[in-house]
């Protein structure tokens, strides 16, 4: 299929014709542009491929009231999440869960011949200089909102990329941050985040597929996937289309996509 890339679009074709090469161009096109969606959609869209990762239990619940959610799914869940985190160019996650859990994010349950990039959305700079999350070797960005040249020189110290993008709210302005990101070449999004993030990345449509592991267990009260109603009619509903469904183990996995994001 053809390069999207305007700077090389049809001059690979041209070389390889020139050479005695024979092209077609047409067969295989579909499955090609699926293994490379991320960048196909940096070249038509300017913004990378967003993938939302979830485990959840059988009622939709992400995390416990108290905000304990580790674990929720099997092993063989995460081993899987972690494959899919291998395949996109950054991990994105909110401040909310760099406090709660902690986390490392990177890709210790696959094979990978790099760690993607990390990318945290953290409004007044909150990430602790000590959190799991700084890697030797891996690039950290973290996007704010409100200016603090202490805190920013602390952080870049520590080896992160401060970039400040308000939205009107005084959080940061998600569509803005796709876009830099898009600018600093990040393909596929990963994004692990909790339920106000993820909530807030649904709202502003910027969810192009959902990977879902639904855990055979039911927690009653808790978090939920993505905070972003309350609907006013079932017309509104974000609408998808189921992928794939899966066992995984004793989970299940689904993949979704928003309908109509993959058109481009
Ligand atoms: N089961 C799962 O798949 C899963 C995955 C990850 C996390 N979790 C759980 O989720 C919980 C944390 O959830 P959370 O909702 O508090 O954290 P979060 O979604 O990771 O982070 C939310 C924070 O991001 C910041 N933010 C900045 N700009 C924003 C914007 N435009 N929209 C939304 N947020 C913005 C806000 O804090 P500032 O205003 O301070 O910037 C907000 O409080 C933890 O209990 C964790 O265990 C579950």
């Known amino acids: 299929m053809a390069d999207p890339n305007p700077l090389v679009s049809g001059r690979g074709f041209a070389r390889l014709r020139a050479a005695g090469v024979e092209v077609e161009i047409g067969p295989g096109a579909a499955e090609s542009r699926e293994l490379n969606i991320g960048f196909f959609s940096r070249m038509m869209r300017q913004t990378p491929w967003v993938r939302l990762k979830i485990a959840a239990s059988l009622d939709g619940q992400t995390a416990l009231l108290n905000g304990q959610s580790q674990w929720i799914t099997s092993s063989a869940a995460r081993a899987d999440g972690h494959a899919w ?58 996007y704010a909102a409100v200016p603090n040249a202490l805190k920013q020189q602390a952080l870049e110290a520590r080896g992160a990329t401060v970039v400040y993008l308000p939205d009107a709210n005084g959080k940061v302005d998600l569509r803005a941050m796709l876009l830099d990101l898009a600018r600093r070449e990040i393909n596929e999004l990963h994004v692990e985040a909790g339920h106000k993030l993820n909530g807030s990345l649904v709202r502003a449509n910027l969810v192009d597929e959902f990977v879902v592991y639904l855990a055979p267990k039911l927690l009653g009260q808790g978090r939920g996937m993505a905070d972003f109603g309350p609907l006013a009619a079932l017309s509104d509903a974000v609408e998808l289309a189921f992928v794939s469904a899966e066992s995984l183990g004793p989970d299940l996995r689904i993949v979704a996509r928003v309908k109509g994001r993959d058109s481009f």
């Not at 490392?104 to 993607?116: G, H, S, Y």
């Open 85 to 142: 985190r291998a395949r996109a160019c950054a991990v994105l996650t909110g401040i909310g869960t760099v406090l709660k859990d902690q986390p490392r994010l990177d890709v210790r349950l696959a094979a990978t011949p790099r760690q993607p990039h990390l990318v945290v959305v953290d409004s007044r700079l909150d990430t602790p200089l000590d959190a799991p999350l700084f890697i030797a070797g891996r690039a950290v960005f973290i």
